[in-house]
């Protein structure tokens, strides 16, 4: 048995541990069962304990194989040997790595033995992860250091690279390992050659070592190097000189040899990315012309920082791509940063598409950064001044990075419009801001695939580059070209050069075929004729010939990729179908799930120049050869493959998700869009929903399908403003409804759209239908919107208390539904029915519970809408916050205009031209006035034109400009006539009577506005036509009728009296009392009181007649 073990040893090459094992009892019962504290204590070194674990795991499960019964004497332990049996050697060229662990002797005189082993462990272990995790494969452990080789026991072209990569990464990590560990280093040396490697055991189990000269040369390497340096040979740094950083050092002599050896130390390894250009791709040749043109454009941007736009158009395969790439080459040898985004058909991931891709790409943001670096990149552009602090916002929309509240709020807020007007702008400032720091060429290429969103930021970039030194450059086939006539008439005349590309002319087709065949080969005319001058299908057509057999010419680009994709091994051309299947762009994670493994790499399609590494993934190298591969894969296998793809972004990505089930002709893709619509809606990207909504809507079959996907629709389209298409959208929901919820929520839509229209009865009428099915059925949030409609519908119809117990039941049903937005529109429902009414402190209590919640919550929709209800002229107003109502007009002001909201935004204007009215701030509120009359105007929104010159007519008024006061209130009235006299009509009326000297046309106004308000009017003309009716009875001095208008006001407030108002009515029949004759003490004192309170409050406008009475007291 003993023998056996002697044997076993000896084999491995470890036989002077035999006597040890002897003397220890160790035989093959007991080697399954030897712990690495056990060969320690056997005094076996390290490395050997590494070999020693791998030959016992392979010996035991030999022996655990064996019938139980058999006696363990009787083991036939020759098996065990048999394992270990070196075979024959092949020959093979590989990249030999040496390291050892430098400083460990200084260690270990400072720990204890234990110590001693964890911490040399650590750092082997550490070491051999590096060789594993590039492919390397470990031969050997010698005292502290390993020998270690890349190319075997599977060959690879990169085996130097590879080594290079290992030996930096290993170095990396002894760094990160032994930071607290003063002295603890390694080095590390590498040889390319030629060796012979032998393979210990078989299968799984084997075991490989390498002999040869390279071999010393390698340890030669390892021994001459500085701690913490990698040293290399010159035939290394051959292999690998595209991809690797190097310094030359003084030649070495090495036993044997007799010339010293070259040696450099190696610095860095470059990525795939970084030296995979379009020049090392592919020879480029002609286009001398195009070329001269751009470096004359690239010039005079540099020196007069002022740039222009390069179009360049062409037939698929003519080059677009390939000279843009030159471009970019000579541009960054002129000292331009180049920055690009690529617009694509399919399989656009988050972020992929080529607006966000230019932001990262502005912002230096990877492909693979996640959402905590996109922040920081987002906060160093605000930072670095590229950027406003409330343009965010938009910001945080195209980096897909989620919205605080706040500013979900805000974006909530803002129509469709506005948010892609606000993220046009941040793209052009980065774009302005960056360049200022050096110039910039940007490349958007192949946007005949272009959407109109993507145009429009085209649009703004090539005005923008117009303007600082910046190129712009974008690439189109000539069919599907997008940029007509009214694309460019948006770029207002910004400098604008179409470069259109034809055929390569023959000696320059000759050039590039000289880069791959010898000119004067027969095939080389059979590729000349039959490319016509398309560089690209030259180029396929000489790497056909140059990959597979000559005796035929494929007749199309088509063909000859297919032609190509057969000659690749049988893993490479499977990967190249699925990634087909993924897009023009993909990612090795996403192709590794769909190939159903782990360790494919794609090296062979870059060697084969079908794709080329981009970023974080890959990218086809040109569109054709994605299209050709896809277009090769029969039904079955595209769908299958399309599945698998949407298994992968089932969690991820809503919209590739519905995308392959589509292409995979799943039954669930119908429903998938309508998840991805929604996902699209909820970031406010209407436009992008609707396309999804109207994808889905092409492929479903069932009713059920259908009429949800058209109420997504139609409520999409209600963002966009297109009511009537809208509500045809909810129709042909209603049409195809299979059960009554299906009805109930197309009635809902169509309801509002309706309401839109101002079809008011039409739209009662659907909402009764409605009703009765959600009530039958208890739909709380169904319930919860119908009311809320009804209220709205009420409003304008003038059924205020209908109106207001409208909102009440929909507040009820939609605390019941926990549907807080819901909630809040009810909230400010009922607060607009008790403005109405008059009745502004309930009403103020229920617009501030709707703010409230829609701070919370980030409703930023509602919560404008409702903001401006309690500014001045609002409810804060008359509860005699004056202060505190101007400032929230103001701010409501600018919160409206930053997101767009221009009718938020005039009522706004409104609140605070009548505040600094009644401040005495007559400048400010005309300037106020003017601009809210204005955006009125342009918004077509005539009604409220009546309401800005009546506040017009009230500035003249104080400035003694009556005449011109009374032509601008006759305008007004007018106006308010023909749009509903009981908007704003007895206000207009009472500031006539006021602003009138003709006694006849005083008493007509006051007669008319107080019939109208004996018929109901909103409740803001009570409050301000009794004011003036005051005013003007004062200024006459009709006393009696102050005081009935005094009374009037009093009883109308009786339910909810309000500071304000209480102050106007004591200060009319004060100066009542005063004007009659009555000065006693007691008068004198309330007027005096009333003046204080005035002063106090801001009032001044209130303080003069105050004065004068004083005064004359």
Not at 28 to 41: C, G, T, V, Y
Not at 868 to 893: C, D, H, K, W
Request: hydrophobic fraction near 40%; include cysteine.
């Amino acid at each position: 048995m003993f023998e056996d073990v002697t044997k076993w040893l000896e084999g491995l090459g470890l036989g002077k541990y035999a006597a040890t094992f002897v003397e220890n009892d160790v035989d093959f019962r007991a080697l399954p069962a030897l712990s690495e504290q056990d060969l320690k204590e056997l005094g076996v070194s390290l490395g050997h304990r590494r070999i020693l674990q791998q030959a016992i795991a392979t010996l035991s499960e030999t022996v655990e194989t064996l019938p139980e019964e058999q006696p363990s004497s009787e083991v036939d332990t020759d098996t065990g040997l048999a394992t270990w049996e070196r075979h024959p050697g092949e020959r093979k060229p590989v990249t030999m790595l040496f390291a050892d662990i430098t400083g460990s002797t200084a260690l270990t005189e400072k720990l204890d033995a234990e110590e001693t082993h964890e911490l040399l462990y650590g750092a082997t272990q550490r070491m051999c992860e590096a060789v594993e995790r590039n492919r390397g494969t470990v031969c050997r452990f010698m005292g502290d250091g390993l020998m270690a080789m890349f190319g075997a026991p599977v060959a690879s072209e990169h085996h130097a690279i590879d080594a290079c990569e290992a030996a930096l990464e290993m170095q990396h990590a002894i760094r990160d390992y032994a930071s607290d560990m003063e002295g603890l280093q390694i080095r590390v040396g590498l040889h390319s050659g030629e060796v012979v490697v032998l393979t210990v055991g078989e299968g799984n189990k084997a075991e490989y070592d390498a002999s040869g000269p390279t071999v010393p040369i390698a340890a030669r390497m390892e021994q001459v190097a500085e701690p913490g340096e990698v040293y290399l040979t010159a035939a290394t740094r051959a292999l690998s000189e595209e991809r690797i950083v190097s310094e030359a050092l003084e030649p070495v002599a090495v036993k044997g040899i007799s010339e010293p050896v070259s040696v450099f130390a190696l610095r860095r390894v470059r990525s795939i990315e970084e030296v995979t250009t379009v020049a090392s791709r592919t020879p480029f040749v002609g286009r001398r012309a195009e070329l001269k043109q751009v470096r004359g454009m690239l010039d005079t941007c540099f020196e007069e920082g002022q740039g222009q736009t390069i179009y360049v158009r062409g037939e698929p395969g003519i080059g677009k791509t390939r000279l843009v790439g030159e471009f970019q080459l000579i541009a960054e040898s002129k000292g331009f940063v180049c920055h690009r985004g690529l617009v694509l058909p399919f399989g656009v991931g988050k972020g992929q598409d080529a607006i966000r891709s230019l932001v990262r790409s502005l912002l230096r943001i990877s492909s693979g950064d996640g959402k905590d670096e996109r922040g920081k990149a987002a906060e160093g552009a605000i930072n670095k001044h590229a950027l406003e602090p409330d343009e965010r916002v938009y910001l945080n929309d195209l980096l897909d990075l989620p919205q605080a509240t706040e500013l979900r709020a805000l974006y909530d807020a803002m129509d469709n419009t506005t948010r892609n007007q606000g993220k046009r702008a941040v793209v052009s400032k980065l774009v302005t801001s960056i360049g200022r720091e050096q110039p910039l060429l940007v490349i958007v290429e192949d946007i005949h695939w272009a959407d109109p969103i993507v145009l429009a930021h085209l649009a703004v970039l090539t005005k923008t580059v117009a303007e600082g030194p910046t190129l712009a450059v974008m690439t189109s086939r000539i069919e599907g070209d997008p940029l007509d006539q009214s694309w460019r008439s948006t770029t207002e005349g910004a400098p604008f050069v179409t470069i259109d590309l034809g055929p390569l002319r023959k000696q320059e087709s000759i050039e590039l075929i000289g880069e791959f065949i010898d000119s004067d080969d027969p095939l080389a005319e059979g590729c000349l004729q039959r490319a016509a001058g398309n560089p690209l299908f030259l180029e396929q057509l000489l790497r056909n010939a140059r990959e597979g057999t000559t005796d035929s010419l494929p007749d199309s680009i088509q063909s000859l990729v297919l032609a190509r994709l057969d000659r690749l091994e049988a893993e490479d051309k499977r990967a190249l179908q699925a990634a087909a299947v993924i897009g023009q762009r993909f990612d090795m994670d996403t192709l590794c799930h769909l190939l159903e493994t782990n360790d494919y790499d794609g090296r062979g399609l870059v060697e084969h120049s079908l794709v080329r590494p981009e970023g974080m993934g890959y990218l086809f190298a040109h569109a054709l050869i994605q299209e050709g591969v896809y277009a090769s894969l029969l039904k079955n296998q595209r769908r299958g493959l399309h599945r698998r793809a949407a298994e992968w972004f089932a969690q991820t990505d809503a919209v590739l998700y519905a995308q392959h089930l589509d292409r995979g002709v799943d039954e669930g893709a119908p429903r998938a869009y309508l998840v991805a619509a929604k996902s699209q809606s909820a970031q406010y990207r209407t436009q992008e929903a609707i396309r999804l909504v109207e994808r889905g809507l092409e492929i479903a079959r069932t009713p059920v399908e259908q009429c949800e996907l058209n109420c997504l629709r139609g409520e999409q389209l209600w963002h966009l403003g297109e009511v009537a298409d809208s509500m045809e959208a909810y129709r042909d929901a209603l049409n195809i409804a299979e059960d009554d919820t299906q009805r109930c929520e197309a009635w809902i839509g169509l309801a509002t759209a309706m309401r839109g229209l101002d079809q008011y009865d039409e739209a009662l009428e659907t909402l009764d239908m409605a009703q009765v099915v959600a009530s039958r059925q208890d739909l709380k949030r169904a319930l919860a919107q119908i009311h809320s409609l009804r209220g709205n519908l009420y409003f304008p119809l003038g059924k205020i208390d209908g109106c207001i117990e409208q909102h009440k039941l929909a507040l009820q049903h939609a605390q019941e539904a926990n549907a807080p937005e819901l909630e809040a529109s009810a909230l400010g429902g009922v607060g607009d029915g008790l403005y109405v009414q008059g009745r502004m402190r309930s009403a103020h209590e229920y617009f501030s519970q709707c703010l409230e919640l829609c701070r919370q919550h980030g409703f930023g929709r509602i919560e404008v809408a409702n903001r401006q209800m309690i500014g001045f002229g609002g409810t804060l107003f008359y509860l005699n916050e004056m202060r505190a109502a101007l400032e929230e007009s103001s701010s409501t002001v600018t919160a409206a205009r930053r997101i767009g909201q221009h009718r938020a935004e005039q009522f706004a204007h409104m609140g605070v031209a009548y505040g600094c009215m009644w401040l005495g701030d007559f400048d400010r509120a005309r300037q106020h006035a003017e601009m809210g009359f204005a955006l009125a105007e342009r918004i077509g929104a005539r009604r409220f034109l009546a309401r800005h010159l009546h506040y017009l007519a009230r500035v003249l008024i104080a400035e003694g400009r009556s005449r011109d006061a009374v032509q601008k209130l006759e305008e007004a009235i007018a106006i308010s006539r023909e749009t509903g006299i009981r908007y704003v009509g007895a206000a207009i009326l009472g500031t006539l009577s006021l602003a009138t000297d003709d006694p006849e046309k005083r008493e007509l106004a006051l007669r008319e506005g107080e019939e109208l308000l004996r018929t109901g009017c909103v409740g803001h003309n009570y409050f301000e036509f009794y004011q003036d009716g005051i005013e003007t009875c004062l200024k006459i001095g009709d006393w009696a009728s102050v005081d009935r208008y005094a009374s009037a006001l009093e009883d109308y407030t009786r339910p909810e009296p309000l500071p304000f108002i209480d102050f106007i009515i004591e200060r009319g029949r004060a100066l009542a009392a005063f004007g009659r004759g009555k000065r006693d003490c007691a008068t004198i004192q309330e007027i005096q009181r009333l003046r204080d309170d005035a002063v106090r409050d801001g009032l001044k406008v209130a303080v003069s007649a105050l004065d004068e009475a004083l005064s004359a007291a």
